[in-house]
């Protein structure tokens, strides 16, 4: 059997003394786009930054394996060099790092890392350059600091494009969709969808069906009070747009 | 009232009572027998209490013999020499340069102990007439060679109507207990552009007093950049006075400062006349047991009517027995004016580096880029390709440096 991507065992995560994972479990094989749906509030996000290694989150129970390997113990830095992606719902605005400066810094810091040598700058220009053209970035954007003065979809246009040059074989996408008209949408899934080969696998989180018509999911999971309480293709999604997440707070309670 | 009750003196200020009047000048002498130097109670040294801090005062400065290489080399620039207190033989000036010498005391009078012991103590002065646009930059290398000394030099630059020049200050020297008492006196024509940076260099034993005073005229713009990464004690006071319609600064100020460093830059700036304005930008980043002071006043004149300034003073606190003082001051006179002050102090963002971590970026190297991005926008504006390279070196090697 082909390892997984990310295989996620009864994993329990709480900030100070209040738990908010309570046993999640979830299996992602290579090339697999699985959507996590879920209210606000039920713990998706706090899912995306565990994984990241976000320090005010605390692991008391269960297992993270990206492609096989025990991240949990790993610093964010280590799990990003180890493949695993995090596009921000709200990117960081970071004065006086240029956005150049910061994407060649995290690119060599990953192949330094997996003990590859730096990237020449010719070839790191041509990479930035590429990957900007499909999602509308010009290199004017690029020569700000990073994220500061983004419109909202510049934003996430440039996860995008980060994800893009990094190249992780898991991207997690939190909420992606929020705060984009519906034209930034289309360049924002389009930009995702190039980036489906097969191999890599993406965890779309978001709260509405919406995104799902852009970035077409091979599974569907309701997310509710710190699990997974429901699995299935992506016509639920379509379910959950038109009955709402009421049913589930019962069942979950 | 003080004559009745005359203050107590340590051996700092019997040494620089005698100093004065070794070469004559008795009067300020005077003030420091009856005041001795500035405690806290005394409002500009509220944060930098030289009765505490100075606890003595080395023998006059004689003439140095030899010279340590430039602390810092800018390709391109024209280079003249201060040391100990004597202005060197200088390569041929360029263009739009004329370069001599005036007598010391370049300060305006004031009630302030190290202006007044530097207008007392300092012979002479490189002066140096800009009469039209210089091109290289300008590099004055003020060092302090030798056995520990005491030192007063000078430095008076005027610049024509309508010139421009960057000038850099370098402070350096040996590594005895020096007290280094820079004076800097430069007067900006009408539309004159400058940038004027000073950087202290110096070794940890010293001790490094440094007034910067500015006079401009009309539509007169002046960039400052004072960078504090050297002495154990440093202090820059800067006088700038915007005497002319349409005269603008942008004074800016960086702190960077480690274990055992007391690091203060002061500011007085006088708005005199309408329609001026001045924007001071001042950054501290404090490591180990340290202690940064930046105190901005503005001074805005009974008929500086449309004045604009905005006083911004940022802390960044590398560890946790860091101290960072802060103190605005407006003292305004007119009534239709724009002023206004801002200070903020912290730690690391720590979203900003989960970011940065969450990119593959190491954590050390992570830190490096958001305090190399915190002093970005003092460094930006420094347009001359080597000399921003310099400058940016000058905040590696701090970086490297540890504690």
Redesign the interface.
């Given at each position: 059997m082909t390892i997984p991507v990310l295989e996620i065992r009864n994993l329990h995560a709480r900030i100070e003394e209040r738990e908010i994972l309570k046993g999640v479990n979830l299996v992602i094989p290579p090339g697999q786009v699985h959507a996590i749906m879920g209210r606000n509030g039920s713990g998706k996000s706090t899912l995306s930054y565990v994984l990241?290694?976000?320090?005010d989150y605390e692991v008391t129970e269960g297992e993270v394996l990206l492609n096989g390997e025990n991240i949990l113990e790993m610093?964010?830095?280590e799990?990003?060099?180890a493949g695993l992606?995090?596009a921000?719902q709200y990117?960081?605005e970071?004065?006086?790092?240029a956005t150049m400066?910061?994407l060649k810094?995290?690119i060599n810091?990953?192949r330094k890392?997996r003990g590859e040598g730096e990237l020449s700058t010719p070839d790191f220009m041509r990479a930035v350059k590429e990957a900007g053209a499909q999602l509308n970035i010009d290199s004017e954007m690029l020569k700000r600091?990073l994220n500061v003065g983004f419109s909202g979809g510049e934003k996430k246009r440039a996860e995008i494009l980060?994800m893009a040059l990094?190249k992780p074989s898991l991207a997690v996408l939190d909420e992606t969709d929020s705060g984009l008209d519906i034209d930034a949408l289309q360049v924002v899934a389009r930009g995702v969808n190039a980036l489906r080969d097969g191999e890599r696998s993406m965890l779309v989180i978001t709260h509405y069906q919406r995104l799902l018509n852009h970035i077409v999911p091979d599974v569907v999971h309701v997310f509710s009070d710190g699990r997974i309480v429901e699995s299935g293709d992506k016509e639920l999604a379509l379910k959950l747009e038109a009955q709402g997440y009421a049913g589930y707070d019962g069942q979950a309670a | 009232m003080r004559p009745n009750f005359p203050v107590r003196l340590g051996p700092a200020e019997e040494t620089l009572i005698a100093q004065l009047k070794s070469v004559g000048a008795e009067q300020a002498a005077e003030r420091i027998s009856v005041a001795g130097l500035p405690t806290r109670r005394v409002e500009s040294y509220h944060y930098t209490d030289l009765k505490t801090l100075l606890r003595t005062i080395p023998p006059l400065g004689q003439p140095a013999n030899e010279a340590s290489a430039p602390a810092l080399r800018v390709p391109g620039a024209f280079q003249l020499m201060i040391a100990n207190g004597v202005v060197q033989n200088a390569a041929t000036a360029p263009a739009g340069v004329i370069v001599g010498t005036a007598h010391g005391g370049v300060l305006t009078n004031r009630d302030d102990v190290i202006v007044n012991v530097s207008n007392a103590l300092a012979k002479e002065a490189l002066s140096l007439t800009l009469e039209s646009s210089v091109d290289p930059v300008i590099q004055i290398d003020r060092r302090i060679e030798g056995e520990a000394a005491h030192v007063a030099d000078a430095l008076k630059i005027f610049v024509a109507d309508g010139a421009s020049a960057v000038i850099l200050e370098t402070f350096s020297g040996s590594d005895a207990a020096h007290v280094g008492n820079h004076a800097s006196y430069l007067a900006l024509g009408k539309n004159a552009v400058v940038t004027h940076i000073t950087i202290d260099l110096s070794a940890r034993a010293v001790s490094h007093f440094a007034t910067n005073e500015y006079h401009l005229a009309d539509g007169a713009q002046l960039r400052t950049l004072v960078i504090h990464a050297g002495a154990g004690l440093a202090r820059t006071h800067l006088f700038p006075t915007l005497s002319g319609p349409g005269a603008h600064t942008d004074l800016t100020g960086l702190n960077l400062v480690s274990d055992g460093q007391h690091v203060d830059i002061t500011m007085e700036t006088l708005h005199a006349v309408p329609n001026t304005s001045s924007k001071p930008l001042f950054k501290s980043i404090t490591r180990g047991r340290s202690k940064a002071v930046v105190q901005g006043k503005l001074v805005v004149a009974r008929d500086a009517q449309k004045t604009d300034a905005k006083l911004m003073s940022q802390g960044l606190m590398l560890s946790d027995e860091a101290e960072i003082l802060s103190k605005p001051e407006l003292e305004i006179y007119a009534d239709d004016v724009v002023c206004g002050h801002g200070s903020t102090c912290g730690k690391l963002?720590?979203?900003?580096l989960?970011?940065?971590?969450?990119?593959?970026?190491?954590?050390a190297?992570?830190e490096t880029?958001?305090v190399?991005?915190?002093?970005?926008?003092l460094l930006d504006p420094v347009e001359d390709e080597a000399l921003n390279e310099a400058l940016q070196g000058i905040v590696d090697g701090w970086l490297l440096g540890g504690k």
């Open positions: 990241a290694g976000k320090e610093e964010p830095d799990r990003a060099a992606f995090l921000f990117p960081i970071i004065p006086g790092v400066t910061f810094a995290a810091a990953q890392a600091p980060q990094l | 963002d720590e979203d900003s989960f970011y940065l971590l969450s990119r593959g970026i190491p954590k190297e992570a880029m958001l190399r991005g915190f002093i970005a926008e």
